[in-house]
């Protein structure tokens, strides 16, 4: 609990109007269906940096802890107030302090939305590469700490790709500035780096430079369909090989396909389906059409060239159909290398089978990134331990395929466990470090990356 005192302050920091109780809303986030729930002890919704400042002050002279929070997207328990202490809420953070189009660059406060970011470059002839879920929901600002990805991130890399600049507060209530408008700086060890993906343990993000891009001219998408994730997977590596430069490949197990596809925008899609796209001038995806098709169409029994649109549409809602086969599902974001993507699918497969769980899995094939998935029925909490021990299974499988147990959702709550398998112990002694120089006293999101 926090004292009569701290609560006045943060009342006189922010208004007594946005300092809020314990709220069902933010004492969750997405990984709530894996029972991720806890009441913080006050809600903070401040508008400015100097305002989160206050706050990280008053709290860390007080020895409460700090919980950042975005959009509430992640799956991973990232933004849950497990200690306790102060949910600080980026909402009203929204300004866009400077957008320069002819300079593809923009300043943006946490709190501005992706889809807004994505929007406004649109609108002036850009692109912001990063094609996270959720988008509407989801703010720029944990999109970074979390170091985002999605299905363009083949081409276009994560969020952090498009970060120059991070200003962000740290213990105990300083405001620093790593990078800026500007795209080169070896001027000193990459602290902006370290803030990037590093889930509020390191400092509140309050605001970020962004790069863009022209917006491509053209795009094509292809769907092809295999027997199996075997001849799907070696798809994959024909065209990594070609050298087509593909600005997504994802894909979707033939379990998948059967839970979501009836809405895909292809005739009778069954198997095992892989989601290409190629874009950029209309000569450049002319001049790679032939070459994509000849790379995927062996072994395929059918192939689509759908309206980009309806695909990516369609591509969104691929979770909530799955979810929708038995109302729940439990779904770990892992990675390995991508010439063990065909032993990873089939994997997710076989654990599901010995624990009596329909399993699938999605993802991004080009990166080795899957969604591996139990579908379960939320109120059957046998299913849900049995799913529990078999993500465990499928962590240990990515362990020995050489991967890593997250590619893009982050690490949080849930797999802070498992986080570091293969790292020796001076790797891991490094990794603490970090965390100490930033957060002696580890107020901040403590209990979430790392093991302590």
Not at 36 to 47: I, L
Not at 128 to 145: K, L, M, R, T, W
Not at 193 to 219: H, Q
Not at 320 to 329: D, T, Y
Request: aromatic share 6%; glycine share 12%.
């Amino acid at each position: 609990m926090i004292g009569a005192q701290l609560r006045e302050q943060l009342a006189t920091i922010v208004g007594p109007e946005h300092l809020l109780g314990p709220e069902r809303r933010y004492e969750h986030d997405a990984s709530l269906s894996r029972g991720v729930r806890a009441k913080p002890d006050a809600v903070v919704r401040p508008e400015t940096t100097e305002q989160v400042a206050q706050v990280v002050r008053a709290c860390c002279r007080h020895g409460v802890p700090v919980v950042p929070r975005g959009g509430g997207t992640g799956f991973a328990g990232g933004a849950v107030a497990t200690s306790g202490g102060v949910v600080l809420a980026l909402e009203r953070m929204t300004r866009v302090r400077s957008f320069d189009p002819l300079l593809w660059r923009m300043e943006a406060e946490a709190g501005l939305t992706t889809r807004d970011v994505q929007r406004l470059a649109r609108e002036n002839g850009l692109l912001f590469g990063p094609d996270p879920g959720a988008a509407e929901e989801s703010q720029i600002g944990g999109n970074v700490a979390t170091n985002a990805g999605g299905p363009h991130a083949l081409k276009y890399g994560t969020t952090g790709s498009w970060v120059t600049g991070v200003e962000a507060v740290v213990a105990p209530g300083d405001v620093v500035r790593f990078g800026g408008p500007y795209r080169k700086d070896v001027s000193g060890y990459d602290l902006r780096g370290l803030l990037i993906g590093s889930e509020g343990t390191l400092g509140v993000i309050t605001a970020v430079w962004l790069r863009f891009v022209p917006r491509p001219e053209e795009s094509l998408p292809v769907v092809a369909l295999y027997p199996g994730a075997v001849e799907g997977a070696a798809a994959v590596r024909r065209v990594l090989g070609s050298g087509i430069v593909a600005a997504a490949l994802d894909y979707l197990d033939t379990a998948t396909v059967a839970a979501a596809g009836t809405a895909m925008p292809v005739d009778s899609p069954h198997g095992f389906a892989l989601l290409a796209e190629l874009d950029g001038s209309a000569e450049e995806v002319e001049r790679q059409r032939a070459p994509l098709l000849a790379a995927l169409e062996p072994d395929a029994h059918d192939v689509h060239l759908p309206d980009p649109d309806a695909l990516w549409r369609w591509r969104e809602g691929v979770s909530l159909a799955v979810a929708a086969q038995r109302g729940g599902k439990l779904s770990e974001d892992v990675v390995v290398p991508v010439e063990h993507l065909a032993e990873a699918v089939d994997g997710i497969t076989d654990i599901g089978r010995r624990y009596q769980l329909p399993a699938c899995s999605w993802g991004h094939a080009a990166d080795g990134n899957l969604h591996a998935t139990f579908m379960i029925d939320p109120d059957d909490h046998a299913e849900i331990e049995r799913a529990e021990e078999a993500a465990g299974e499928v962590f240990a499988m990515t362990d020995r395929l050489g991967g890593s147990v997250s590619g893009e959702h982050g690490v949080g709550l849930l797999k802070r466990e498992h986080v570091g398998r293969r790292w020796s112990e001076h790797e891991h002694a490094l990794q603490l470090a970090v965390k100490r120089a930033f957060d002696p006293e580890n107020l901040m999101n403590p209990g979430k990356k790392l093991r302590a």
